[in-house]
């Protein structure tokens, strides 16, 4: 990250800009920084104003107690602002859910595009998520990170095998020092549901995507989305998973924003 600019909190928010035309800020996900969605920014910089940013408690931004997931819509803004003072959004995973957030909050935003926001459309996935809640709030106070992380690996349908792989990498210590953001991504979820009342405020075009490789219930998600908003659109992209091909996705993003 090459510059910052500060939220209306005080806290510093870090981010990147490349490539030239209309401004598109990408929001990262959970366990994530704005490096994760830096390929993406590079794949749509020959059309666009790509501007990634480190979420509040990441990477080379600040962080300000107490959370709230306003605050997160607050740093978008100046965000936007600080690029130009309009942007498109797109966000991946709960990435995608604080830039509906942002949208609903009526930020200036053009058109808003999600991948895949995990909402907890699956058999006892509400109560799964509660569960997750509790015990990563009293992980969290007890300052066990890697429990932390484990909690949300499991949530996220790791085996265990892999966990435990994952525990010994050295990339563990990276995961453990930003714990603590966990809990700002389970609170853009909420309950786990799709937010339909909110979603219904929602006043631009609304691009809800999925993966054909992914589980049923993300792409039931993204139907959701576009049922609730008012001007919304759905497409699966096929063969992709969760963790989706920047060159695939560039290409369908550029359409809907217009490019």
């Known amino acids: 990250m090459d510059k910052k600019t500060i939220s209306r909190d005080g806290t510093s928010i870090a981010y990147h ?5 209309p401004v598109v800020v990408l929001v990262s996900g959970a366990m994530s920084t704005g490096a994760t969605v830096a390929p993406l920014a590079a794949a749509l910089s020959d059309r666009f104003s790509a501007v990634v940013y480190d979420r509040r408690g990441r990477g080379e931004s600040g962080d300000t107690a107490p959370y709230a997931v306003q605050r997160e819509v607050e740093d978008l803004a100046a965000v936007i602002e600080a690029v130009g003072g309009e942007a498109a959004l797109y ?15 009526g930020l200036p935003v053009r058109q808003v595009a999600v991948y895949e926001p995990p909402f907890a459309l699956y058999e006892g996935g509400a109560e799964e998520r509660a569960q997750y809640t509790g015990n990563l709030t009293k992980a969290l106070a007890e300052d066990r990170r890697g429990d932390a992380v484990e909690l949300f690996l499991r949530l996220t349908g790791l085996a265990p095998e892999m966990i435990a792989n994952a525990r010994q990498s050295p990339m563990w210590a990276g995961m453990e020092a930003i714990a603590p953001t966990l809990a700002y991504d389970n609170a853009v979820m909420g309950d786990g549901l799709v937010p339909r009342d909110r979603l219904a405020t929602i006043t631009v075009p609304v691009l809800a995507l999925a993966g054909g490789a992914s589980p049923d219930w993300m792409r039931e998600a993204a139907q959701q989305i576009v049922q609730s908003v008012p001007q919304g659109t759905h497409r699966t992209l096929e063969g992709q998973t969760h963790a989706v091909e920047p060159q695939v996705l560039a290409p369908v993003l550029a359409e809907f924003f217009g490019v």
């Open 91 to 105: 966000g991946t995973s709960s990435g995608g859910a604080l830039a509906l957030h942002a949208a609903a909050s």
């Open 17 to 21: 800009r490349t490539g030239q035309g």
